[in-house]
């Protein structure tokens, strides 16, 4: 398991290794108003999972976008109350779909819209304090808790509107999304560069090491 404490919203955090069916991101945190805060997994400059609590009217709001292109929302009760909450938060990795889970109750399931082993980034902005990260279920061959180079500038000014998408070096943007690689693609370091964010060789072998 890795674990962050304490981490400064907003924040974005990498991960050192895709994720596999099993794996499970825990979020401690505490809510303390009645204003939106939003939970991201990100893959260079999409989002492959946005989880958005939101107070007015009390919803969850599930999405991903892919080049800033919204997809269409998913839907259901928030179950963070509004005032003064603290708060356990689970993204359970499953292999057609992940399960989020509040406090212990399992609150909504979102089908991959884009494969589970893009994500590179967990990312979190809004009104809300975390208090400990923590990464499970991963393969953990690579060391984590450093600064991972994804071939891309990262993600400076994240959750603020100062926000630059993720670009690469010298390439043109994608002439495809996620979207267009099957679920069910096993994704290799390689595999996983070239496929989706058309690096050059000399830059694949950044990837996860």
Known sequence: MHSVHEPHVPFTLPMNEPPIPGSVIEVH?????????????????????????????????????????WAHEEKTHNPVPKHDHHFTLKIKVQTTHYDIEVDGHHVATFNHRYPFATVQALGVHGDVHIKDVHFQGFHFQNQWGNQHDFGHGGYQAYGTPQLRAPSFPGQPPPQHSLRSLPLNTKMTPASYCKNINQLPPSLLIKLYG
């Open 29 to 69: 945190g505490h809510h303390k108003h009645h204003e939106v805060f939003v939970v991201e997994l990100l893959s260079g400059p999409h989002v492959v999972l946005h989880l958005s609590f939101r107070f007015h009217p009390h919803e969850l709001v599930l999405n991903s976008s892919a080049h800033g292109n």
